[in-house]
């Protein structure tokens, strides 16, 4: 038995989660499911791709992750079952697995083909409970499609370096729930750019010279608590998963402002390092 876990832009508001739970239980009432978030951004496979990366690790092998972002079935984009590091990922064809697979190569890609009678506006949800519950019972992916060999790419997956290496433009990837503002740069990458030279971060109107290892790092620890004024100064770090971030210390959306809001920063706009 697999635990099933859900990644959509349906929100709580509706039915939909609801809906589709109850298909799954219905079909297998053993289910273990697991919501890891199912308040992406609507469409927003850019989003839905950067919460997949650093979740689907996190549960044991074998496990079957739903993916119902940006999911209409059209005869551009196919509902797809991708074998990548021994988990399964059932999801639409429309880019959200390529940063997967920038690192890890799909062992098997098929083609969803059970849709021929399911073909209804709400159909990934009927597709994919059903799709999953096969594979979450130890059922063998070819009986449920076709194999294929190659996934769609989204866009902006790597930065761009100039060819003097002394620029990189990275694209904004991912908002949180904090209004931080995260990039595709890695710090390997951005080091091994760098190569111990000084560097200006310009976002928007906003220059950084330095990254800090951590938020507090910003506080003035020197200067007693009611002299400082740390709440609402911009900084970078590299995140948890290495990746740069656009910070506002200790930001509050309802009063001191997010990255996000102050900068007026949205998902693939550009963040660009010059190195001196």
């Given at each position: 038995?697999?635990?099933?876990?859900l990644i959509?832009?349906?929100?709580?508001?509706?039915?939909?989660?609801?809906?589709?739970?109850?298909?799954?239980?219905?079909?297998?009432?053993?289910?273990?499911?697991?919501?890891?978030?199912?308040?992406?951004?609507?469409?927003?496979i850019?989003?839905?791709?950067?919460?997949?990366?650093?979740?689907?690790?996190?549960?044991?092998?074998?496990?079957?992750?739903?993916?119902?972002?940006?999911?209409?079935?059209?005869?551009?984009?196919?509902h797809i079952?991708?074998y990548?590091?021994?988990?399964?990922?059932?999801?639409?064809?429309?880019g959200?697995?390529?940063?997967?697979?920038?690192?890890?190569?799909?062992?098997?890609?098929?083609?969803?083909?059970?849709?021929?009678?399911?073909?209804?506006?709400?159909?990934?949800?009927?597709?994919?409970?059903?799709?999953?519950?096969?594979?979450?019972k130890?059922?063998k992916?070819?009986?449920?499609?076709?194999?294929?060999?190659?996934?769609?790419?989204?866009?902006?997956?790597?930065?761009?370096?100039?060819?003097?290496?002394?620029?990189?433009?990275?694209?904004?990837?991912?908002?949180?729930?904090?209004?931080?503002?995260?990039?595709?740069?890695?710090?390997?990458?951005?080091?091994e750019?760098?190569?111990?030279?000084?560097f200006?971060?310009?976002v928007?109107?906003?220059?950084f010279?330095k990254?800090?290892?951590?938020?507090?790092?910003?506080?003035?620890?020197?200067?007693?608590?009611?002299?400082r004024?740390?709440?609402?100064?911009?900084?970078?770090?590299?995140?948890?998963?290495?990746?740069?971030?656009?910070?506002?210390y200790?930001?509050?959306?309802?009063?001191?402002?997010?990255?996000?809001?102050?900068?007026?920063?949205?998902?693939?706009?550009?963040?660009?390092?010059?190195?001196?």
């Open positions: 038995m697999s635990i099933i876990t959509t832009d349906f929100g709580n508001k509706d039915h939909f989660v609801a809906k589709m739970k109850g298909n799954i239980y219905t079909k297998y009432p053993d289910a273990k499911i697991i919501d890891i978030s199912n308040h992406v951004s609507p469409f927003n850019m989003e839905a791709a950067y919460i997949l990366e650093n979740s689907y690790k996190s549960f044991p092998e074998k496990s079957v992750h739903i993916i119902d972002v940006d999911s209409e079935k059209t005869i551009e984009k196919k079952v991708v990548l590091d021994n988990h399964y990922f059932v999801c639409s064809d429309n959200i697995l390529s940063i997967l697979a920038q690192n890890t190569n799909p062992e098997k890609i098929y083609e969803i083909i059970i849709q021929e009678d399911l073909n209804t506006i709400d159909s990934s949800t009927n597709i994919f409970s059903q799709v999953a519950c096969h594979l979450a130890g059922g992916p070819e009986l449920i499609g076709k194999e294929i060999s190659d996934i769609k790419s989204v866009k902006n997956l790597k930065p761009f370096i100039n060819e003097d290496s002394n620029q990189i433009v990275s694209s904004v990837i991912y908002i949180d729930n904090f209004g931080n503002v995260i990039t595709n740069l890695k710090k390997n990458i951005f080091e750019i760098r190569k111990g030279r000084s200006v971060i310009s928007r109107n906003y220059k010279e990254i800090f290892n951590k938020y507090s790092d910003i506080v003035n620890y020197n200067v007693p608590v009611n002299d004024n740390d709440e609402g100064k911009g900084l970078v770090v590299f995140n948890s998963n290495n990746l740069l971030q656009i910070s506002i200790r930001s509050n959306p309802l009063n001191v402002g997010t990255a996000s809001s102050l900068m007026g920063l949205k998902i693939y706009d550009s963040v660009t390092i010059s190195f001196k």
